[in-house]
């Protein structure tokens, strides 16, 4: 009966009406979310077929990290028009604007059309059946783990071990150096990911590790050093997807006054027995910024350490090495966050010690650079 009424009100154009409507129910029901294990839970998506338009609502994971840590991919949808990525943002959220989309959940790309405020948009014409988004480009465990795989055995990885064993993940303690070893050689520490979300600190990282790990490598280098890293620090707020900033009881990167986390109680451990075996000479924390900077400047941080006249020129003669960057100091925040990695080590007595710093990266559109930056930090200590 109601078919009967439609078809006399609309005519011929009945039939065609009734078939775009089983289709479009047909489309919408085959519309496929693709979730890894590191964003399930993170982000609430839907699809309108009718607009072709996909809609997200991160969730808020922290007390000051809302919205910014997202990675979902989809297919089955409208291929005649472009396709629409569009944010529910509250007032209330960060507003991440460096959206970056990939077909194969492996290599991504900036998406040139969107623009920040309280809502997010942007569109592209897939070329593809099937494609994701992501705030930042993502680097999970395991792109570090195959990384790891793929470099392992390796002559200047002299020692690799699990720094904490109370975890049901891996947590990688890398020791890289000639195999020579001798107590005159100088000790540098490299930690990354405290914060989950900062993933493009792992670029950085993987540039430090590739050129350790590389012929181009100098052999010097390697006999006066002995690099310890940690390449991924909070591994399981990375697979979880969740930011891991102020997460709970407390932070890692806040955690190194008075330690309650396992994993900082075995890296302190760690520090000191090293330094006691070698001359600690550097720390670097590698720490990446909210994935809404001033994108394409290239132009990133480090605690200025004014609280200590050496080790802050020290810093900005090691800086001024880095031309791949244009890094800038910021304040040291010591006073207002205390328990923080970098100002921890440089305030106890380690007479060696040229400087302990944290160092911020932006989120600029071309990867590559990041490589390099991290090629050059390395070069810049020798």
Known sequence: MRIKNFKTKYGVFAPYFIILFFLTGQVNAQTVFFKSKENFGVCNE??????????????????NTCALWFRFGLTSFRKDTVLTVKS???????????????Y????????????????LSAVLKPERDTVFFATGYPYSYETLKKFLDENTPHKNLVKTENLDTTSSFYIPLLTITSKKDSPKKKLIWIICRQHAFESVANYVMEGMLKYLLSKDCKKKLLKRYVFKIVPMTDVENVAAGLSGR??????????????IRDRIKMLENQITESAKKYKY????????????????????SYFDLKGDKEKSRNLEEYFKRISAARFRPIPDNQQTYGGMTADWWNFLNFKE??????????????YETYYKIGEEMIKGIF
Do not use: Q
């Open 353 to 366: 010690l040229k400087f302990s710093t944290t160092v911020e990266i932006d989120w600029i559109e071309n």
């Open 46 to 63: 839907s699809f309108d077929f009718k607009t072709n338009t996909v809609s997200f609502s991160p969730k808020k994971d922290s007390l």
């Open 88 to 102: 529910t943002f509250d007032e209330s959220t960060y507003n991440p604007y460096f959206l970056v989309f990939s």
């Open 281 to 300: 000479f550097m720390f670097f924390d590698v720490h990446g910024t909210f994935p809404c900077g001033n994108l394409g400047t290239a132009d990133f």
């Open 246 to 259: 102020m997460s709970k009881p407390r932070d890692y990167n806040r955690d190194w006054d008075s330690p």
């Open 104 to 119: 194969d959940n492996k290599e991504f790309f900036p998406l040139k059309n969107h623009y920040s405020g309280k809502h």
